[in-house]
Nanobody, 118 residues
């Protein structure tokens, strides 16, 4: 059974930092692109960051150098380090694993809440 389990969410003050982790299990994740998406109340889910199976990274325009995505392939874990957090970063953050195949749908974690507030 494929599982993506996020951890590390919580409450942080504006300007603070938070690290998220996503542990994957149940398949060979080294061939998957791994990423983070987020969804704020009343808004659509949007890309935060993705790291491909080849190690390339891509970030949402709003990140502007504040976040860093990384993956530990032997541990099937992907991380998101978030710095200089803003109230508008408040959202549920979802881990994603995507094989980029029409025959294999992407996998999603349950989500972890991040609240940026003073």
């Amino acid at each position: 059974q494929v599982q993506l389990v996020e951890s590390g969410g919580g409450l942080v003050q504006p300007g603070g930092s938070l690290g998220l982790s996503c542990a994957a299990s149940g398949t060979i994740f080294s061939i998957y692109d791994m990423g983070w998406y987020r969804q704020a109340p009343g808004k659509e889910r949007e890309l935060v960051a993705v790291v491909t199976s080849a190690g390339r990274t891509k970030y949402g325009d709003f990140v502007k150098g504040r976040f860093t995505i990384s993956r530990d392939t032997p541990k099937d874990t992907v991380y998101l380090q978030m710095n200089l957090l803003k109230p508008e970063d408040t959202a549920v953050y979802y881990c994603n694993a995507d094989l980029r195949s029409d025959r294999v749908p992407p996998y999603w974690g349950q989500g972890t809440q991040v609240i940026v507030s003073s």
